[in-house]
């Protein structure tokens, strides 16, 4: 018996959220398949990019989710990439107006769901839409984004909880001076996470869009926060600010927009509720106020993971400087800038070899999430980002690639990648994790955000 409650919203129907009292879960089954070449979406077609099926009883919980890239390959149009189980929405919309941008560029995606109900056969897309497409306006969906589905049973020590905007939020309006903190903030999206009585951390990921609003550009930025710390204690070893510019030159129309945050085990015990905040970016004194005014789309997706037998994250990297109100590492330059990486074909080590462990009698599914600002300077001639996952010195994972172009390769944006180890079950004992960044182009200064790139548990 199909026990999936429908909800008509924004002419899609979409599958009610998980309570955090529907499943105490453990990461145990599911499968993740990559896109194996850039896949054209044309206009006026719904395209199925990957899909996988799985099994599933009624009581037992799914998570799907995909982190990825497109790009805009002819005319004007916005891109929608969203998953689809049994033809029914699943996960938030991850869209971009590359119309209303004076230079479209690629971008990087996240889109994620949590949901309960299903019973028997199940089968997952991840999928392309052309919207407003002129003429035969069409994009791409790049090589190496991912689509993962894992299967959480009623019994074990983990919980899931999630939660989604059913309509489009009220316009956040901001006027957030030069150095300003803390951060002004509104609850957009909150969810029980259930913690009470839970060993490990809270873990979190938010995904969706933000849209301007009244025509007031500048910098949105989401991030989650917890019932203990409140909006304006987050901790940025906890919390990762996620930031796109909503400007003409970068994505006003529409933006995807992700984060994660990680709560430590030490607080989850009180931690019963996260929250999602739409805040502002602080700019310095040279560029006066930022008094961006935006929306954050209807879909948007808030989804709590607690209770994991193995968890850690990579909270900071050393030698951060201030850029306005965030915290970056420069990465790499082409002209030998102070405290800056040659620009090399080799490749940069982001984030050094962190070591983590799998226990004895653990399914060896894990899941990993990296994301980080990336910022580059208004010269710049600009170019492209590619960052990827490394588990045991093998790339996994999907490219989290940005592209930067001139005159605005100062627009912030964020990447995003992940992996699964669904097919691949890990070993019990010590494994190696790291990021590795790619340039290609002309950077004075490249930059990417210091603050908790990187997550992962199971």
Same mark, same amino acid.
């Given at each position: 018996?199909?026990?999936?409650?429908?909800?008509? =919203?924004?002419?899609?129907?979409?599958?009610?959220?998980?309570?955090?009292?529907?499943? =105490?879960?453990?990461?145990?089954?599911?499968?993740?398949?990559?896109?194996?070449?850039?896949?054209?979406?044309?206009?006026?077609?719904?395209?199925?990019?990957?899909?996988?099926?799985?099994?599933?009883?009624?009581?037992?919980?799914?998570?799907? *989710?995909?982190?990825?890239?497109?790009?805009?390959?002819?005319?004007?149009?916005?891109?929608?990439?969203?998953?689809?189980?049994?033809?029914?929405?699943?996960?938030?919309?991850?869209?971009i107006n590359w119309a209303?941008?004076?230079?479209?560029?690629? +971008?990087?995606?996240?889109?994620?769901?949590?949901?309960?109900?299903?019973?028997?056969?199940?089968?997952?897309?991840?999928?392309?839409?052309?919207?407003?497409?002129? %003429?035969?306006?069409?994009?791409?969906?790049? #090589?190496?984004?991912?689509? $993962?589905?894992?299967?959480?049973?009623?019994?074990?020590?983990?919980?899931?909880?999630?939660?989604?905007?059913?309509?489009?939020?009220?316009? $956040?309006?901001?006027?957030?001076?030069?150095?300003?903190?803390?951060?002004?903030?509104?609850?957009?999206?909150?969810?029980?996470? *259930?913690?009470?009585?839970?060993?490990?951390?809270?873990?979190?990921?938010?995904?969706?869009?933000?849209?301007v609003s009244d025509g $007031?550009?500048?910098?949105?930025?989401?991030?989650?926060?917890?019932?203990?710390?409140?909006?304006? #204690?987050?901790?940025?070893?906890?919390?990762?600010?996620?930031?796109?510019?909503?400007?003409?030159? &970068?994505?006003?129309?529409?933006?995807?927009?992700?984060?994660?945050?990680?709560?430590?085990?030490?607080?989850?015990?009180?931690?019963?509720?996260?929250?999602?905040? &739409?805040?502002?970016?602080?700019?310095? !004194?040279?560029?006066?106020d930022n008094t961006v005014? $935006?929306?954050?789309?209807?879909?948007?997706?808030?989804?709590?993971?607690? %209770? #994991?037998?193995?968890?850690?994250?990579?909270?900071?990297?050393?030698?951060?400087?201030?850029?306005?109100?965030?915290?970056?590492?420069?990465?790499?330059?082409?002209?030998?800038?102070?405290?800056?990486?040659?620009?090399?074909?080799? %490749?940069?080590?982001?984030?050094?070899?962190?070591?983590?462990?799998?226990? &004895?009698?653990?399914?060896?599914?894990?899941?990993?999430?990296?994301?980080?600002?990336?910022?580059?300077?208004?010269?710049?001639?600009?170019?492209?980002?590619?960052?990827?996952?490394?588990?045991?010195?093998?790339?996994?994972?999907?490219?989290?690639?940005?592209?930067?172009?001139?005159?605005?390769?100062?627009?912030?944006?964020?990447?995003?990648?992940?992996?699964?180890?669904?097919?691949?079950?890990?070993?019990?004992?010590? !494994?190696?994790?790291?990021?590795?960044? +790619?340039?290609?182009?002309?950077?004075?200064? =490249?930059?990417?955000?210091?603050?908790?790139?990187?997550?992962?548990?199971?």
């Amino acid at each position: 018996m199909n026990r999936i409650k429908l909800i008509l =919203l924004s002419n899609l129907f979409v599958l009610n959220v998980l309570s955090a009292h529907d499943a =105490l879960v453990s990461l145990t089954r599911g499968v993740y398949k990559t896109l194996q070449i850039d896949t054209v979406v044309e206009a006026l077609r719904k395209t199925a990019l990957i899909s996988a099926s799985v099994e599933i009883s009624p009581d037992d919980a799914i998570v799907v *989710g995909s982190d990825g890239r497109f790009y805009p390959v002819a005319g004007k149009l916005s891109a929608l990439v969203q998953i689809e189980c049994n033809g029914r929405l699943a996960s938030n919309e991850a869209v971009i107006n590359w119309a209303a941008s004076q230079y479209p560029v690629q +971008h990087s995606y996240s889109v994620i769901g949590a949901w309960s109900g299903f019973d028997g056969n199940v089968t997952c897309s991840l999928m392309g839409i052309a919207l407003f497409p002129e %003429g035969n306006a069409s994009f791409a969906v790049g #090589a190496t984004s991912n689509l $993962y589905i894992t299967i959480i049973p009623n019994t074990g020590s983990m919980r899931v909880s999630g939660n989604l905007l059913r309509a489009d939020s009220r316009p $956040y309006q901001f006027d957030v001076k030069p150095d300003q903190t803390p951060l002004p903030s509104y609850p957009a999206l909150s969810v029980t996470t *259930g913690a009470t009585g839970l060993s490990g951390p809270v873990v979190v990921f938010a995904a969706g869009r933000s849209y301007v609003s009244d025509g $007031y550009y500048g910098d949105a930025v989401w991030f989650i926060y917890n019932n203990v710390n409140g909006s304006g #204690a987050t901790d940025r070893q906890e919390v990762m600010h996620t930031d796109n510019d909503l400007s003409p030159g &970068a994505e006003s129309g529409n933006a995807p927009m992700y984060t994660h945050a990680f709560f430590p085990s030490s607080e989850n015990s009180l931690v019963s509720n996260v929250t999602l905040a &739409a805040s502002a970016e602080a700019w310095n !004194h040279a560029s006066g106020d930022n008094t961006v005014h $935006y929306i954050i789309g209807a879909t948007t997706t808030l989804v709590s993971f607690t %209770g #994991a037998a193995v968890s850690g994250r990579v909270p900071w990297i050393d030698g951060a400087i201030p850029i306005g109100n965030s915290y970056y590492v420069c990465v790499g330059s082409d002209c030998a800038w102070p405290g800056c990486p040659p620009i090399t074909g080799n %490749g940069h080590i982001f984030i050094p070899s962190t070591l983590f462990e799998v226990p &004895a009698n653990h399914s060896g599914i894990v899941f990993f999430s990296f994301k980080s600002l990336i910022q580059g300077e208004s010269n710049d001639i600009g170019g492209y980002l590619a960052a990827q996952i490394i588990i045991d010195g093998n790339p996994v994972g999907n490219l989290a690639v940005q592209q930067l172009s001139t005159p605005d390769s100062i627009s912030t944006r964020t990447l995003s990648a992940s992996w699964s180890s669904a097919e691949n079950p890990l070993g019990a004992g010590l !494994h190696t994790i790291s990021v590795i960044v +790619h340039i290609v182009g002309k950077f004075a200064q =490249l930059y990417l955000g210091a603050q908790l790139p990187l997550v992962w548990f199971g």
